[in-house]
C-alpha cells in the first residue's frame, strides 16, 4: 500500500522560509512523479511544483523563483523548499505521486495522496 507522509508544515511571517518533506512508502518509486500541490480555504486545489525520477521539473508561474522541489530517490522523498514567502501562499500543502514520466500540473491525474500539511503566512 502506498503511504505518502508530508511534514515540516507550520507558521512564518512573510518573507520567511518553510521546507516541506514527503516521505514515501509502499513500493519503489522509480518511475514515478511526485508532487505538490495546495488548497486554500474556499479555494480549489491547485499546482505547485512536481518532479520526475529523472530530475526533470515544473512549477506553477506563481511560485517560479521563490519554490524548489528536489527529490532524494534513495529515500523515497521529495522536499519543496519555499522562500520569500507571501501571505497568499497560505494553504495546506499536499504531497502527490503517480507512476508516470513526465511532470504534469493536473491533479487529477495522480493517483497517491498525503493527508497534508497546513502553511500558515502572516503579513
Known amino acids: 500500500q502506498v503511504q505518502l507522509v508530508e511534514s515540516g508544515g507550520g507558521s512564518v511571517q512573510a518573507g520567511g522560509s518553510v521546507r516541506l518533506s514527503c516521505a514515501a512508502s509502499?513500493?519503489?518509486?522509480?518511475?514515478?512523479?511526485m508532487g505538490w500541490f495546495r488548497q486554500a480555504p474556499g479555494k480549489e486545489r491547485e499546482f505547485v511544483a512536481a518532479?520526475?525520477?529523472?530530475?526533470?521539473?515544473a512549477y506553477a508561474d506563481s511560485v517560479k523563483g521563490r519554490f524548489t522541489i528536489s527529490r532524494d530517490n534513495a529515500k523515497n522523498t521529495v522536499y519543496l523548499e519555499m522562500n520569500s514567502l507571501k501571505p497568499e501562499d497560505t494553504a495546506v500543502y499536499y504531497c502527490?505521486?503517480?507512476?508516470?514520466?513526465?511532470?504534469?500540473?493536473?491533479?487529477?491525474?495522480?493517483?497517491?495522496w498525503g493527508q497534508g500539511t497546513q502553511v500558515t503566512v502572516s503579513s
Open positions: 509502499g513500493r519503489t518509486f522509480s518511475n514515478y512523479v
Open positions: 502527490s505521486a503517480d507512476r508516470k514520466q513526465i511532470p504534469t500540473s493536473v491533479w487529477s491525474s495522480y493517483a497517491y
Open positions: 518532479i520526475s525520477w529523472s530530475g526533470g521539473t
